[in-house]
């Protein structure tokens, strides 16, 4: 159907000219600017950048700012946060058209350019995207060349040519500069939660990687010749920080064909997640701090632990850690270690090649993460694996897993100061819980009942450390790359691990909400390069946790007032009450009577 405009010279005054109507079209109300603005004033974010500015400083400086600093991130908040893309033409059209003219007069933007102005409009996004890439700048750890599909000789001598333009000193301070900007934006967004329920949550989290898509080209390459060799580049990314990733590969099929590829980066996300599994979640779960984007799937553990650092160091807690089989396959000392000793414990799962007996210590037998008596049966130890193969069904497993329990080596006491924990036989005093002819103080009325351990020949003539002392000190490092503090496969941890792990798999399926934050979407954050694509990634994962608080906060106020939508059970099988049965009375024909059985003449 077509719609007849009115004429310019219309008397209709109430239609107003097409100029004003799209002027209207996406305004930001004055109260969300100002929201924005006391997020940015709150944090540190823009006297931190002035200083850096000052460092870099080499001379006295060029013309005057066409706009402060502050107003630059009030735009870079509100973008994502309306539901815009991160892209310098939209903050062009934040500063000086989206927003009321108050607004641009108290963040001191200039009058906007007339629309027909166009060399006016071009200089208004100039500057923006100057300040943007002077920004980037002060933060930017990487030397690649950028922005340019290069061949491998002019990509060297542009290298060669950036890597010499600053110290290692310079370049690592500026790895540290973006790690803790990108943590500062996600940290404005978790204050915004008002203090009494953030306080609610103890700790739990879950980390996770996710694929971030990059506005580029991958590199061309020539396949590799041989297993094991490295393909030849012929022509480099535009976005060379970043690198394929490839999701369920298939096998039989040619290198470098996959059920799923992108050329982009892998982004190390913290999530907080419920502390009791058992009772409605009285928080939002949000994202809490994430690694610098780095390329995909290069060590995880470290990209975990440095966002689980910056969370540590801006004062929240630590507990519980769920994480996938990636995680538990990382060294010790580049996850599990550190983590634990930030105060976090992880939960885990296990890869097959991780079931059954995975180390000893002075004697002991560590078996899925915890430590148990060395003459525990065998068939005990390979509970799970028969599981994962099929040899016996749920019940059978959980029955194992109670009598494998019976044999856990126990703790005497909590970690000291330094990590180290002591541990107790299951048969040692003062309190034994099973009877062992190693210890024959566990041999007694106290214990009748209680499991008995099978010693063989082998554990009494040459017993082990667990069995001649009544317990041994462990230290940090002993099995500490599968140890984990909650028994696996208990309802514990069952619950626990599936909490955590769906709350993180929860949030990556809503930071890639194609009509929101479009985490997936490379074509809403076109600017190259990791400081660049990491600023703009903590800006999504910002206004997705402003989401999801305005949504637990209207949905707790509702509550409150007693006008919360409870949502309907969604049962597509029918219920039974659909067949009742509709039976009309009978009528008699000749005397209209509606009795069944009408009585006789005599």
């Known amino acids: 159907?077509?719609?007849?405009?009115?004429?310019?010279?219309?008397?209709?005054?109430?239609?107003?000219?097409?100029?004003?109507?799209?002027?209207?079209?996406?305004?930001?109300?004055?109260?969300?600017?100002?929201?924005?603005?006391?997020?940015?004033?709150?944090?540190?974010?823009?006297?931190?950048?002035?200083?850096?500015?000052?460092?870099?400083?080499?001379?006295?400086?060029?013309?005057?700012?066409?706009?402060?600093?502050?107003?630059?991130?009030?735009?870079?908040?509100?973008?994502?946060?309306?539901?815009?893309?991160?892209?310098?033409?939209?903050?062009?059209?934040?500063?000086?058209?989206?927003?009321?003219?108050?607004?641009?007069?108290?963040?001191?933007?200039?009058?906007?350019?007339?629309?027909?102005?166009?060399?006016?409009?071009?200089?208004?996004?100039?500057?923006?995207?100057?300040?943007?890439?002077?920004?980037?700048?002060?933060?930017?750890?990487?030397?690649?060349?950028?922005?340019?599909?290069?061949?491998?000789?002019?990509?060297?001598?542009?290298?060669?040519?950036?890597?010499?333009a600053h110290t290692d000193e310079e370049w690592e301070e500026r790895a540290r500069r973006l790690e803790w900007f990108i943590n500062q934006i996600v940290e404005m967004s978790v204050r915004a939660l008002p203090r009494d329920v953030r306080r609610q949550w103890q700790g739990n989290s879950a980390v996770d990687a996710t694929v971030v898509p990059t506005f580029a080209r991958p590199d061309r390459r020539h396949r590799r010749k041989r297993k094991g060799e490295a393909p030849t580049v012929v022509t480099h990314s535009a976005d060379p920080d970043a690198d394929w990733y490839i999701r369920n590969p298939t096998e039989g099929k040619p290198d470098g064909e996959a059920d799923r590829a992108y050329w982009g980066y892998e982004a190390s996300l913290v999530v907080s997640g419920s502390d009791d599994p058992s009772k409605p979640q009285p928080f939002p779960s949000l994202v809490l701090g994430m690694a610098t984007l780095h390329k995909p799937g290069r060590q995880p553990g470290r990209q975990a632990v440095r966002a689980l650092a910056n969370i540590r160091e801006r004062g929240h807690p630590a507990r519980l850690l769920a994480g996938d089989r990636a995680y538990s396959?990382?060294?010790?000392?580049?996850?599990?270690?550190?983590?634990?000793?930030?105060?976090?414990?992880?939960?885990?799962?296990?890869?097959?090649?991780?079931?059954?007996?995975?180390?000893?210590?002075?004697?002991?037998?560590?078996?899925?993460?915890?430590?148990?008596?060395?003459?525990?049966?065998?068939?005990?130890?390979e509970a799970t694996i028969d599981l994962r193969n099929g040899t016996i069904d749920d019940a059978t497993y959980r029955a194992r897993l109670e009598e494998r329990w019976k044999f856990l080596v126990l703790p005497k006491a909590g970690p000291d100061a330094e990590g180290h924990v002591r541990l107790r036989c299951p048969a040692s005093n003062p309190a034994p819980v099973a009877r062992c002819d190693l210890k024959p103080a566990s041999v007694g009325p106290k214990t009748q009942g209680r499991v008995r351990i099978p010693v063989t020949a082998a554990v009494t003539s040459h017993p082990p450390t667990i069995c001649s002392q009544q317990s041994v000190t462990v230290p940090p490092e002993a099995g500490a790359k599968l140890a984990q503090p909650l028994l696996y496969g208990s309802e514990e941890w069952r619950a626990a691990y599936a909490t955590l792990r769906s709350t993180n798999e929860g949030m990556n399926g809503f930071l890639k909400d194609g009509a929101r934050e479009a985490l997936g979407d490379p074509q809403r954050r076109r600017i190259r390069g990791v400081a660049a694509q990491s600023v703009f990634v903590a800006l999504l994962l910002c206004a997705a946790n402003l989401r999801k608080i305005e949504s637990f906060l209207a949905q707790r106020a509702a509550e409150a007032a007693g006008t919360a939508r409870r949502r309907p059970r969604r049962r597509r099988t029918r219920a039974l009450d659909e067949w009742f049965p509709e039976v009309p009375p009978l009528v008699s024909s000749a005397s209209g009577s509606s009795d069944p059985d009408p009585p006789t003449a005599a």
């Not at 077509?2 to 079209?25: G, H, K, W």
């Not at 509100?78 to 500063?95: F, K, Q």
């Not at 000793?341 to 090649?353: E, I, M, S, T, W």
């Open 1 to 164: 159907m077509t719609v007849a405009l009115p004429a310019p010279n219309s008397e209709d005054s109430a239609a107003p000219p097409i100029s004003r109507l799209r002027a209207q079209v996406g305004q930001i109300e004055d109260e969300v600017v100002r929201g924005a603005i006391a997020m940015i004033d709150r944090s540190p974010l823009v006297a931190t950048i002035e200083q850096w500015r000052d460092e870099a400083r080499r001379g006295p400086g060029g013309r005057p700012e066409t706009f402060p600093m502050r107003a630059l991130m009030v735009a870079m908040v509100l973008c994502p946060s309306t539901d815009h893309p991160v892209l310098a033409t939209a903050m062009t059209d934040v500063l000086f058209r989206r927003i009321s003219p108050t607004m641009r007069h108290e963040l001191g933007v200039p009058k906007p350019p007339g629309r027909l102005d166009s060399r006016a409009q071009l200089a208004a996004y100039r500057t923006v995207r100057t300040r943007l890439h002077g920004l980037f700048d002060l933060m930017d750890p990487s030397s690649t060349p950028k922005n340019r599909r290069l061949d491998p000789d002019t990509y060297i001598a542009r290298l060669e040519e950036r890597r010499a």
């Open 329 to 381: 396959s990382a060294k010790p000392e580049d996850f599990q270690l550190p983590a634990r000793a930030l105060g976090y414990q992880p939960v885990f799962d296990y890869k097959v090649d991780q079931l059954g007996i995975q180390g000893s210590y002075a004697g002991m037998l560590q078996i899925e993460g915890a430590w148990y008596c060395p003459a525990i049966p065998k068939v005990l130890i």
